[in-house]
């Protein structure tokens, strides 16, 4: 029953993403129609936003394969905040502390993905008698490790004259502790998603060591 739920739940929120999204697409169309505003870029980022939000349902139709129904959701959850209301919404700039929310959630979202890559890499019966905690601290580092490769891509960028960091500040260079509190902010936010997880993770397969098999891929 919890399985069909949480398929139910991914279907009508995958169905509210697109229609939205849609939407959206419809009146920026419109306003490059009939107002001759210059919004090719928005409509861009709307297409390609709709286009990664399906594209990894359209890729298990495929290929036949079982997508994991929550790691799905909250992959949708991201984009969807992220992309469509962060940057063409700019919910980044008008919602405090957006952006932090967005990376409790990625946490969330690491964490249940790194089961999906033990799923992949271990024998199902190995990974049946690792111990819940070991499997809680594991999806742990798993999650923060990428928020750290995050960190480092916009490290990267930033070398380039962006502000991805937010080093800046109107123009002028943050010093000290106020240029570290974004990216450190972004971690501590990525970790504590993490660890919420994983205390769901350690409940779960305690109830349930069979639990783990909805967050693997596997062929249908």
């Known amino acids: 029953m919890k399985k069909f739920s949480s398929e139910r739940f991914l279907e009508i929120f995958l169905w509210f993403v697109s229609l ?15 107002e001759a505003k210059n919004e090719a870029f928005l409509a861009l980022e709307i297409v390609l936003g709709i286009v990664i939000v399906l594209l990894p349902k359209l890729i298990a139709k495929i290929f036949k394969l079982y997508l994991p129904p929550v790691l799905y959701i909250f992959f949708a959850l991201f984009i969807y905040g992220s992309v469509y209301l962060g940057t063409i919404y700019h919910f980044y700039s008008v919602v405090l502390y957006w952006d932090k929310g967005l990376h409790l959630l990625s946490g969330a979202l690491l964490g249940g993905f790194s089961l ?29 490790f990428c928020g750290v490769l995050w960190e480092f891509y916009e490290f990267t960028c930033d070398s380039f004259g962006m502000n991805l960091q937010r080093y800046m500040q109107n123009g002028h260079l943050l010093l000290g502790r106020a240029a570290l509190m974004d990216t450190m902010g972004d971690l501590i936010a990525d970790f504590i998603g993490a660890v919420l997880f994983a205390c769901f993770i350690y409940r779960q397969v305690k109830k349930n060591d069979s639990w783990l098999t909805t967050f693997f891929f596997h062929k249908l």
């Open 20 to 34: 939205s999204m849609g939407l959206s697409l419809l009146l920026t169309l419109k306003d490059m129609i009939f």
């Open 116 to 144: 999906a890559v033990a799923g992949a890499l271990l024998d199902k019966t190995v990974i049946r008698r690792l111990s819940p905690l070991f499997l809680s601290l594991y999806s742990v580092a798993f999650a923060v």
